[in-house]
């Protein structure tokens, strides 16, 4: 008898001779019970890896981010970059007091008054305004897209007070105030950027007062001061400076407008791909930031009749990216310098949470 497959044997009728394939097999009228070839009782030894195959180690043994150096995330001609301890300081402080939106207003005419200080966050449609105020604010509290002009109006956010109007935002006291504003450009309007200009002007003329003990190591406290304490323009790393940007602050050297530069999305410069660099590329992502940050030097501070240039630093970060867990690139220095503008460099390391001010202190500070 000769034997075939064991599923072939199955299917075939064994009371008569069929021939499948030049294959004859012979089968008698009775139940016979075909086995299949016996199994060899020896074990064949597995192939072994050639020698120059490439091996795979495990995922902890992976190469991490290259190390940034953290004088690669900012330049600094006319002040010094702050300390560990000051970046600890200023996470803490935006960390342990969650964001409150106070108001969202189209015109100036509509902003309520308060008696914090405020910054502003100004730039070009899609340069990552509202993702970057996410990162600094710890809280995803501002609407983001990538199609530009998703701003569309104010936003107003409140860091450290205590907000006494229940939403709105003249009851709103202690801390700062983070303004978010509509990018101009592509994507912009022309009566944003109206509006946008009566706000740096009429804010930066606006004198308030803040009360001693509210605000106690703040360098404004029991003093009159301006509102707004500094505009923070956003340059895009790969665009850099455009023509828009160089109107903009040519009219914040005119009015006098305190104002300093942050260069975003730097993490296309320093990490430009989604795999680890080699050394000698970081070292070359390293030296076209520094160059890049050089180069802007002269123009945010032509050193012309003008008026006041911007502040001698220029700061980088990322909103997507992480040198450490849970931590952006550049952002504790962004903290870091919104809370130096406001006056609460110092507050910052010493207590977590500002002091409440009552809703009928705030009218008299209006009335005054």
């Known amino acids: 008898m000769t034997f075939i497959c064991k599923s072939c044997a199955r299917r075939l009728s064994y009371?008569?001779?069929?021939?499948?394939?030049?294959?004859?097999?012979?089968?008698?009228t009775t139940n016979t019970t075909i086995l299949p070839?016996?199994?060899?009782?020896t074990t064949q030894p597995l192939?072994?890896?050639?020698?120059n195959k490439p091996t795979f180690s495990s995922p902890t043994s992976r190469p991490s981010q290259p190390l940034i150096p953290p004088s690669a995330l900012s330049y600094h001609w006319d002040t010094q970059p702050p300390t560990p301890t000051q970046l600890t300081s200023a996470s803490r402080f935006f960390i342990t007091n969650p964001p409150c939106h106070l108001y969202t207003a189209s015109h100036f005419r509509t902003i309520p008054t308060t008696s914090s200080p405020e910054v502003a966050f100004l730039g070009r449609s899609n340069v990552g305004k509202s993702s970057l105020l996410n990162a600094l604010l710890g809280k995803k509290i501002c609407y983001t897209s990538s199609k530009p002009g998703r701003t569309r109006a104010m936003?107003?956010?409140g860091v450290g007070g205590v907000n006494d109007a229940g939403g709105?935002?003249?009851g709103f006291g202690g801390g700062l105030v983070v303004l978010d504003m509509p990018g101009y450009g592509k994507g912009g309007r022309e009566e944003w950027g109206k509006e946008i200009l009566k706000y740096l002007v009429g804010r930066r003329q606006y004198v308030t007062h803040f009360p001693?003990?509210?605000?106690?190591?703040?360098?404004?406290?029991?003093?009159s001061a301006k509102l707004l304490r500094r505009a923070f323009l956003l340059i895009d790393a790969v665009h850099g400076i455009k023509r828009t940007d160089e109107q903009l602050l040519a009219i914040l050297r005119q009015n006098a407008i305190p104002h300093q530069i942050i260069v975003s999305k730097v993490d296309r410069i320093l990490l430009p791909k989604s795999r680890v660099p080699s050394e000698e590329k970081t070292e070359r992502n390293l030296a076209a930031t520094r160059k890049m940050l050089k180069d802007m030097k002269p123009i945010v501070q032509p050193g012309s009749n003008e008026g006041p240039g911007a502040l001698g630093e220029i700061l980088t970060c990322s909103a997507e990216k992480s040198v450490e867990r849970g931590?952006?690139?550049?952002?504790?220095?962004v903290r870091w310098a919104v809370l130096s503008a406001a006056g609460l460099?110092?507050?910052s390391s010493t207590r977590s949470r500002a002091m409440p001010i009552s809703s009928s202190k705030q009218q008299e500070m209006v009335n005054e």
């Open 15 to 28: 009371t008569k001779r069929i021939n499948r394939r030049g294959l004859t097999i012979a089968a008698s």
């Open 168 to 170: 709105l935002g003249g």
């Open 37 to 41: 070839p016996p199994l060899s009782t």
């Open 155 to 157: 936003n107003a956010f």
């Open 327 to 333: 931590k952006k690139l550049g952002i504790d220095r």
């Open 345 to 347: 460099e110092n507050y």
């Open 47 to 51: 192939p072994s890896t050639p020698p």
């Open 212 to 223: 001693a003990g509210k605000l106690s190591t703040a360098k404004s406290s029991g003093k």
